[in-house]
């Protein structure tokens, strides 16, 4: 991998990290669009067909589970990341 390629992905799991850390954080807060969305979302947020099934509980313990999910990839990935941009400027 290029120099570049190896900032970039570590930019991108940065990113994922965050998208799971607003998850968690949209899930302590209860904002309702993350939820509790609307019925009529359907089409756009399909975790509307987890609350019809299992109840708004599942789906908020569920929220706190993918974001959970992403913060642990994205500190996987860039900690993979991290030790080949090492390896590549010389530092290991």
């Known amino acids: ?3 570049d390629e ?6 991108g ?3 994922v990290i965050l998208v799971g850390m607003m998850l968690i954080y949209g899930a302590s807060r209860k ?11 359907v089409f756009i947020q399909p975790e509307i067909m987890l ?3 299992f109840g708004r509980r599942f789906l ?10 992403f913060v642990i990839v994205g500190f996987v990935g860039l900690l ?3 030790i080949l941009l090492g390896k590549r400027l010389g530092y290991w």
């Open 13 to 15: 799991f940065w990113t």
């Open 80 to 82: 993979q990341s991290i």
């Open 1 to 3: 991998m290029s120099l």
């Open 31 to 41: 904002w309702r669009w993350l939820v509790d969305p609307p019925e009529w979302l």
């Open 60 to 69: 908020l313990y569920f929220t706190y589970g993918v974001g959970a999910c």
């Open 51 to 53: 609350k019809s099934i």
């Open 6 to 11: 190896l900032l970039f992905s570590v930019l």
